[in-house]
């Protein structure tokens, strides 16, 4: 791989008759050599980018944040941004770098420490902006953020849609948000494709980057330009639980939907942003296992909702030609999280095939269930959760005879929890007092019934 010196965060441009934000950033060569990259975000029509203190500060933070997809193909020593950290910025914007990078760089085996922002600037009040009580709520086309759309709505919660997209590629989420019966407000993401060929031609690094704290400050800017309270998103208790322990860390796919990166980001936005607007999940108090329960209540979204990444490609040619591929560790997962509480008939129509009795599989069950390997890399259940699911279903002699589950390693599994276990609040939440004092007593009532 070419050396990279130094990574600048170089400026961004607010274009309000386009609608459209534009992030500059430059990689510094050996010989004075170097690579300009320009991302753009473009915003949904009827929203006005009226530059005001909140906008400002919330597209610096977009800035920096979107940078990882680039800082990361080379990892330069040294960063550098056109603007001035407060020790407090620096310090939120290390952790993210380190810990939304610790798949990254697990998968490529580096160990050596990433480049850290420094803090110099001095610290500025943030203006409280106006702000009605309505919420912002990310469909990403899932069942954790329908059943979240649900519960603030059931709960009187005014309610609009936002989601966050790679190109143009909206994926089920418009066709979710439609379901739901609220206006979703699109903005999309274009990344410099020169990376890509960069990459390929200096043998620079790729992997997963935390697009979830691009997707939080989406909604953070958009809750900002139409004077929303709230941001909420549909990320559950498992998010927080790292997959793997490596090189004397722990390494989480989902650490930017942890419970952790919530806490850190909501703070942020207070402290950085405006006090007036809330980032948290709705569905944190829930396990996987409870967010199916309850999603199964609500069967006019199963022909319409898919928990498949790869349908979110880029590449048009590489998306399956259904809202599910059937060949990714989540598509398993989502179908045994599923099966204790739908038909087995219903969960056959969902997937369009019976995903347990398909063989080329049987390595990702296994780690699923962790009797091989790790967690995998994925928004999977917990093996606590898919192990308890797995027994319910066997109890209700769903699926008998499936390949899968004649494969002679089960006979190592471990004592499995009661899945009514999983069926309880969690205490770790983050959701504002206001809404928790609706929301609680309704997640309870429903895994309950």
Not at 433 to 446: C, G, H, N, T, V
Request: glycine content about 8%.
């Amino acid at each position: 791989m070419v050396q990279a010196k130094r990574f600048v965060f170089d400026r961004y441009e607010i274009d309000s008759v386009n609608r459209e934000l534009r992030f500059y950033y430059k990689i510094i060569f050996e010989k004075s050599r170097h690579e300009e990259l320009v991302e753009k975000w473009v915003l949904p029509k009827g929203v006005s980018l009226a530059k005001t203190v909140a906008l400002e500060r919330t597209v610096k933070a977009i800035h920096l944040a979107a940078g990882i997809s680039y800082f990361k193909t080379f990892l330069p020593p040294e960063i550098e941004t056109s603007y001035s950290l407060t020790e407090q910025e620096a310090k939120f914007w290390n952790k993210v770098y380190e810990n939304g990078l610790g798949e990254f760089c697990y998968i490529n085996q580096v160990t050596k420490p990433l480049a850290k922002f420094v803090g110099q600037g001095s610290s500025t009040p943030v203006d409280s902006q106006s702000a009605n009580d309505s919420c912002l709520i990310g469909i990403g086309g899932g069942k954790d953020s329908i059943v979240a759309a649900e519960l603030l709505l059931e709960n009187g919660v005014p309610l609009k849609g936002f989601v966050l997209s790679t190109g143009d590629n909206h994926g089920q989420s418009e066709e979710v948000g439609q379901a739901i019966g609220v206006q979703t407000l699109g903005i999309n993401r274009y990344l410099d494709t020169r990376i890509i060929a960069l990459q390929k031609s200096l043998g620079g690094l790729n992997g997963h980057v935390p697009i979830s704290v691009m997707f939080a400050l989406s909604g953070v800017l958009l809750a900002a330009l139409t004077e929303s309270a709230y941001v909420a998103v549909g990320n559950e208790a498992a998010s927080s639980i790292p997959n793997l322990h490596w090189n004397g860390r722990a390494i989480n796919h989902q650490w930017s939907k942890s419970f952790e990166f919530e806490e850190l980001f909501q703070n942020f936005v207070h402290q950085n942003i405006s006090p007036n607007i809330t980032y948290f999940s709705a569905i944190r108090p829930l396990s996987s296992v409870g967010v199916v329960k309850l999603f199964s209540k609500y069967p006019r979204y199963f022909e319409k909702f898919t928990s498949c990444n790869r349908v979110f490609r880029i590449d048009p040619a590489k998306r399956p030609s259904g809202r599910w591929c059937g060949q990714c560790d989540k598509c398993l997962s989502s179908f045994l999280l599923f099966a204790p509480w739908v038909s087995q008939e219903q969960l056959v129509k969902i997937f369009g095939k019976n995903l347990l009795d398909d063989e080329s599989l049987g390595d990702g069950f296994l780690a699923l269930l962790e009797l091989k390997g790790h967690k995998p890399l994925d928004c999977v259940g917990t093996p606590e959760e898919i192990r308890a699911s797995l027994a319910k279903l066997t109890e209700q002699g769903k699926f008998s005879g499936s390949k899968l589950l004649t494969l002679k390693e089960l006979r190592k599994l471990p004592e499995v929890d009661d899945i009514d276990d999983f069926l309880k609040l969690s205490d770790q939440h983050a959701i504002p007092d206001k809404l928790s004092d609706k929301l609680l007593p309704a997640m309870q009532k429903e895994l309950d019934s």
